[in-house]
């Protein structure tokens, strides 16, 4: 397995209730025991480009652009973070109710080294809920699956 490839995104998102699909083209890439993946949407006419990392049971989403903004989650943990965009520019936290990944084949039976290290095609979820202060804003489910392209 490569530790770079060109990905097809499948991303699920359940907003509130409210139920959204895109399928995006980007970029995989492994550095150890993390990986990453890279692409960019269009958001106000303006592009944004996000990075996701996966290391150690923690995910961060970054992205710039026209929308500015940093998120991590931890499973059973609130994190602090930020977004910025033309409109508003704000503090925000993440508290995560459920984090996981899943990576490769895992249907292929025996060890291999391959299953200890992020590989394709992954599934990524994580559910949580979105504050500002203490206020909740939203509850999110999301998922994210990675195929080689």
């Excluded at 504050?131 to 080689?148: H, N, P, Q």
């Amino acid at each position: 397995m490569n530790d770079k490839a060109k990905v097809r995104i499948t991303l699920e998102s359940d907003i509130d209730g409210e139920a959204q699909l895109n399928h995006i083209d980007g970029e995989w890439y492994r550095k150890g025991n993390a990986f990453f993946l890279k692409y960019a949407e269009t958001e106000d006419g303006s592009e944004v480009r996000t990075i996701v990392r996966w290391r150690d049971g923690e995910l961060s989403v970054t992205r710039r652009g026209a929308v500015e903004s940093e998120q991590t989650f931890m499973a059973g943990v609130r994190r602090g973070g930020k977004y910025e965009s033309k409109h508003a520019s704000f503090g925000l936290e993440t508290e995560t109710s459920l984090l996981w990944v899943q990576f490769g084949d895992l249907s292929k039976a025996g060890p291999s080294e391959d299953k200890l290290l992020p590989t394709l095609p992954l599934l990524l979820e994580w559910h949580y809920k979105l504050l500002v202060g203490d206020d909740e804003i939203g509850s999110f489910v999301i998922r994210l699956r990675a195929e080689e392209r």
